[in-house]
């Protein structure tokens, strides 16, 4: 069965590094997103990108936050200068919507944890 | 953000059917309801959605009342591999997105 992966799967940076969150959609997928889960709380809507550009994001997704896919098959996640509020569970998820049923597949997860 | 009203936790016995509520009393007549589930801090899984019909896949039934004001996710032989926090969410279908709730944590007891 096909899946959504994302790499790494735990991730420890730096207050004020880079990181970049890679994920692989399913391959006949158009829609993609980035939720994250702080320890204990609800999975947030980040943003999500159709078309190559991003079609809606959340208040979270401020300006340390870019999303790109630079290739066919690769769709990222930058966070520019990390905080400590950063770290979090973040999932990737992909869509059809056209030929396919409407349900999301998510990946498994990166740990972001910012020290 | 979340439309929906779930209870916070259930506990279910093994093999017995596992019955989730959901109200989502302004869904809007081209909103879906989708049940996810998280499985400890796994990635969220879909499990069923549906419109107005009742629906039953490999998983699941879903049972949406006539006035669709609320849903009932059904897992009927629960699983300890079931134990997980299900998400009832409301979405036009789409390219729009799934904002999810504090959900339902269900524990199923041996």
């Known amino acids: 069965e096909p899946e959504v992966t994302q790499t790494p799967s735990h991730q420890v940076t730096q207050m004020g590094q880079e990181v970049i969150l890679r994920c692989v959609p399913i391959s006949n997928h158009l829609y993609f997103y980035w939720y994250r889960q702080i320890l204990g709380q609800k999975v947030e809507f980040l943003v999500s990108f159709y078309n190559n550009e991003i079609s809606e994001k959340s208040e979270i997704f401020d300006d340390q936050f870019s999303v790109e896919r630079p290739d066919g098959s690769n769709f990222t996640l930058k966070i520019r200068s990390t905080k400590l509020e950063d770290s979090a569970m973040y999932f990737c998820?992909?869509?059809?919507?056209?030929?396919?049923?409407?349900?999301?597949?998510f990946g498994q997860g990166t740990r972001l944890t910012v020290v | 953000d979340a439309k929906t009203t779930q209870p916070p936790s259930m506990d279910c016995a093994e093999g017995r059917a596992a019955n989730l509520p959901c109200n989502h009393s302004t869904i809007s007549g081209n909103e879906y309801v989708y049940w996810y589930r998280q499985i400890h801090s796994q990635g969220p899984q879909y499990i069923i959605h549906g419109l107005k019909n009742n629906e039953t896949n490999e998983m699941a039934s879903l049972i949406i009342t006539e006035d669709r004001k609320s849903s009932t996710l059904i897992l009927p032989h629960a699983t300890l591999r079931d134990t997980a926090v299900y998400y009832c969410?409301?979405?036009?279908?789409?390219?729009?997105?799934?904002?999810f709730g504090t959900g339902t944590r269900l524990t199923v007891i041996p």
């Open positions: 998820a992909s869509r059809d919507l056209t030929t396919g049923g409407p349900e999301a597949f």
């Open positions: 969410i409301v979405s036009l279908t789409g390219a729009n997105n799934l904002f």
